[in-house]
């Protein structure tokens, strides 16, 4: 299994970590996780979403993010 945590820090630039909360691969703590390792990053978990994640809101979370 690849783990790549340790590298996390290393990351520089805006970060959005993206997640559902009903991720069957990807738990919502590893998301947590994941954002917490990078400096400054952000997270948005959708609840009640798995590992596909698209729609309006989304939309407009991603832009959001790029335009701050």
């Given at each position: 299994?690849?783990?790549?945590?340790?590298?996390?820090?290393?990351?520089?630039?805006?970060?959005?970590?993206?997640?559902?909360?009903?991720?069957?691969?990807?738990?919502?703590?590893?998301?947590?996780?994941?954002?917490?390792?990078?400096?400054?990053?952000?997270?948005?978990?959708?609840?009640?979403?798995?590992?596909?994640?698209?729609g309006?809101?989304?939309?407009?979370?991603?832009?959001?993010?790029?335009?701050?």
């Amino acid at each position: 299994m690849h783990d790549s945590r340790n590298r996390l820090a290393e990351i520089k630039v805006p970060t959005l970590v993206i997640g559902g909360d009903s991720d069957y691969y990807f738990p919502a703590e590893l998301y947590r996780e994941t954002a917490a390792g990078i400096p400054n990053a952000g997270l948005i978990l959708y609840r009640g979403k798995g590992h596909v994640i698209f729609g309006e809101e989304f939309d407009q979370d991603v832009l959001a993010f790029l335009k701050s």
